[in-house]
């Protein structure tokens, strides 16, 4: 008995163009789990991500979030319980200010004002960015408009956040405090990206796609050591375990786990 | 291009201006449109010879900026933008309209004239006053207040996102044609490039759409957009509503302008 679940089993789906973006994909991750979904430009992540809160729906398979099948009938009840943070920031920040945006979705879960205020000062708070509430969104940083844009989901009070390319466009600092904010969460979060150290440093676990179908689904550091998978995936070991350009030495892998 | 970042740039200030805290700003949004929209019926309800009798009524927008700390020249420059759309629109009249109403000196004034510039006339004052309204209320502030008032809340959604995504669409587009002239070598575009480009800016605009679409779902949006800001219809705006619909029915009653004439020529025999 767990909202904090979610669980693909046998999913494909075709796009109206005939296109097929998922083939069988099988996942279930589990309470407090940290996920990382990596894959070539086109491997179906970004499709992958959007089944988890029925923006799209399977053309076979069957998506499980908490106990329930994902349907109609728990789409809302789903979509309360999965955070899903855009990837464009600018898609997903449309009120006048950014009060009115992180009180969007408290207000449209029916809560009364003063609750979905109260609730959506935690989540500013929480990301630090409470003093930016009454700036209009356009004239907000990069990084501000990440981190409002993942207020705007935890005022919803989600079990599970699914973030598309969270450190996408951002300098090195907003980057690594973006990390920060992520690792703190206890949230089962399920990230989609391309920078693979941050996959290295936030998720123990990472599945791969490779043209729609699951190539490897492990430990990261198991998967991120498996040279010919990753030369097939169209990708690569993160710099952290490469060797330095300048003195040849491979950096000890960053902390978290047994190496 | 320089054009288009300046659009951008105008829009800007218009919302920095809206963020400011006076007597004005404080009042209900729909104290200010109620107050507007009366006095936009009032301007356009004179005879089409009238100039003189409309001049009083510039005192609405004037007030108001000066009371809302708006800087005229920034009103000027934009109300003076307007002037040439309505010029056009009153252009043919002094060719179709040739009675001869009075001589200013050896000039004669025709009809035609006259009904000119009463469009100008009008025009300023109308334009001048929906720019105070939108830059002491707030675009967003404005959609709440004419939903309030009875707008369909799809019209309301609408214009909110409009104005939100102008800013998108403005940047989107500068880019576009900043990146065009940049490969043009310093030719004029193509028409068809230009089509191109106003296309592809269109279609993306359209998957953007579709983006803060899912969005909204993935935030429980169900068709309504609630509004945070709770405004009140108190005391001081009856009297700011009443204060002002009676000074337009009295201005347009009675012709203070020529009224100031007639004592000016009494007293100055």
Not at chain 1, 139 to 151: C, D, M, Q, T, Y
Not at chain 2, 57 to 64: D, E, K, S, Y
Not at chain 2, 176 to 199: D, H, W
Request: proline share 5%.
């Amino acid at each position: 008995m767990s909202h904090h679940l979610v669980e693909l089993r046998s999913v494909s789906h075709v796009y109206p163009d005939g296109s097929v973006a998922l083939r069988d994909v099988s996942i279930r991750v589990t309470h407090g789990e940290c996920v990382a979904i990596i894959g070539a430009n086109g491997a179906g992540k970004s499709t992958l991500l959007l089944h988890l809160n029925g923006c799209l729906a399977a053309s076979s398979g069957e998506v499980r979030v908490g106990d329930f099948p994902l349907t109609r009938k728990t789409l809302t009840q789903v979509r309360r319980t999965v955070g899903m943070v855009f990837q464009n920031p600018d898609d997903q920040l449309f009120m006048p200010t950014v009060l009115d945006d992180v009180a969007f979705g408290p207000l449209n879960l029916g809560l009364p004002q003063a609750d979905a205020e109260q609730r959506s000062r935690a989540a500013l708070e929480r990301v630090g960015a409470w003093h930016l509430r009454d700036k209009p969104p356009y004239l907000l940083s990069g990084g501000e408009k990440k981190r409002v844009a993942i207020a705007t989901v935890l005022s919803m009070a989600p079990d599970i956040l699914v973030m598309d390319e969270p450190t996408s466009g951002l300098d090195p600092v907003a980057r690594r405090q973006l990390m920060a904010l992520v690792s703190e969460f206890q949230h089962t979060r399920i990230l989609a990206s391309h920078d693979l150290d941050m996959v290295l440093a936030l998720c123990e676990r990472t599945v791969v796609l490779h043209e729609g179908r699951v190539a490897a689904d492990g430990a990261s550091r198991d998967i991120f050591r498996d040279d010919a998978l990753l030369a097939r995936c169209r990708l690569e070991k993160p710099l952290a375990m490469q060797g330095c350009p300048v003195c040849g030495v491979v950096r000890l892998l960053p902390r978290s786990g047994a190496a | 291009m320089a054009s288009i970042d300046s659009i951008a740039e105008n829009l800007r200030h218009l919302d920095e201006f809206a963020r400011a805290d006076t007597v004005v700003h404080r009042l209900d949004p729909r104290a200010k449109v109620v107050v507007t929209l009366a006095f936009v019926v009032i301007v356009a309800s004179f005879d089409r010879y009238t100039v003189a009798a409309l001049m009083p009524f510039a005192v609405f927008p004037i007030a108001l900026a000066v009371l809302g700390g708006l800087p005229a020249g920034y009103l000027a420059k934009n109300v003076a933008l307007a002037i040439p759309f309505a010029l056009l629109i009153g252009l043919f009249n002094p060719f179709f309209d040739r009675e001869v109403v009075f001589h200013l000196g050896s000039l004669p004034v025709t009809a035609g004239w006259i009904s000119c510039a009463s469009i100008a006339v009008r025009a300023v004052l109308t334009l001048g006053a929906a720019l105070v309204l939108v830059a002491l209320t707030g675009f967003p502030a404005v959609c709440a207040a004419l939903e309030g008032l009875g707008m369909p809340r799809v019209f309301a959604a609408q214009m909110q996102f409009l104005h939100r995504y102008l800013f998108v669409l403005v940047d989107d587009a500068a880019r576009s044609t900043r990146a065009l002239a940049l490969r043009s070598g310093g030719n004029a575009p193509r028409p068809t490039t230009v089509a191109s480009l106003l296309g592809l800016l269109l279609l993306r605009t359209w998957q953007r759409a579709e983006r803060i679409h899912l969005a909204m779902l993935a935030r429980a949006y169900q068709g309504e957009l609630h509004s945070r800001e709770t405004w009140r219809f108190a005391a001081a705006e009856v009297a700011f509503v009443i204060g002002w619909v009676s000074l337009f029915c009295i201005l347009r009653y009675y012709d203070l302008t020529r009224l100031l004439g007639t004592l000016v020529a009494r007293v100055l025999p």
